[in-house]
C-alpha cells in the first residue's frame, strides 16, 4: 500500500472506503477533552451527562473530526502541501465511549493549479460511520497535491534514504 496519492491517482466520482476503523475509549475522550480544555461536563462528568437526553457522556465532536481528519490521510493527504480549507462540518449523530468510528470519502472534483504547474487541488466530502452504519460526522475539504512528476519533494516529503541527514 502506498501512502498518499498525487494529484492524477484521484478519479472525479471514486469513493475509498479508510480502513481501519477505531473504537473510541473513554480515556481517549478524557485526554482529548483535556488537552483541548474542553470541560463541557456533557463530555467529562458522568453524573452529570447521566441526567441528560443520552443518559451517558457524549465524544466530544472535535475528537472525531480530528480522527476522522487522521483516518483519511493515507489515502487523501499523505502526499499534500497543504489541506486549503474545511467546509461544512456536519455532526449528524452523538458518539459515545465503546463506539467504532468508520469513514468512507467521495472524490467531487479537481483541477490543476492556476498558478503552478507541479500540482492541483481535490475537492473531497468525508462522511464517518459509528458501527451500526449511522452517519456520524461529515465534512467537505479542499486538498493542494503535488502532481506525480513533481514527486514527494513538492509537498516537503522526505525523498532520500532512510538514515540519511
Wanted: a negative charge; aromatic letters at 10%.
Amino acid at each position: 500500500m502506498t501512502f498518499g496519492r498525487y494529484y492524477e491517482d484521484f478519479a472525479v466520482g471514486e469513493t475509498i472506503k479508510h480502513y481501519p476503523g477505531r473504537t473510541i475509549t473513554q480515556a481517549d475522550d478524557m485526554l482529548f477533552c483535556m488537552l483541548t480544555m474542553n470541560h463541557n461536563p456533557l463530555h467529562i462528568d458522568a453524573n452529570f451527562s447521566s441526567r441528560t437526553q443520552h443518559g451517558q457522556p457524549l465524544v466530544v465532536g472535535t475528537l472525531i473530526f480530528s480522527l476522522v481528519v487522521g483516518m483519511t490521510v493515507p489515502d487523501i493527504s499523505g502526499h499534500a502541501i497543504a489541506n486549503l480549507e474545511y467546509t461544512e462540518v456536519k455532526h449528524l449523530a452523538p458518539t459515545f465511549h465503546g463506539d467504532t468510528v468508520y469513514a468512507q470519502t467521495e472524490i467531487l472534483n479537481k483541477r490543476e493549479s492556476r498558478s503552478k504547474t507541479d500540482r492541483g487541488i481535490v475537492w473531497v466530502e468525508t462522511i464517518a460511520f459509528n458501527q451500526r452504519g449511522e452517519k456520524i460526522l461529515s465534512f467537505k475539504r479542499a486538498v493542494l497535491v503535488p502532481k506525480r512528476e513533481a514527486g514527494p519533494a513538492a509537498a516537503g516529503h522526505w525523498v532520500g534514504e532512510i538514515g540519511e541527514p
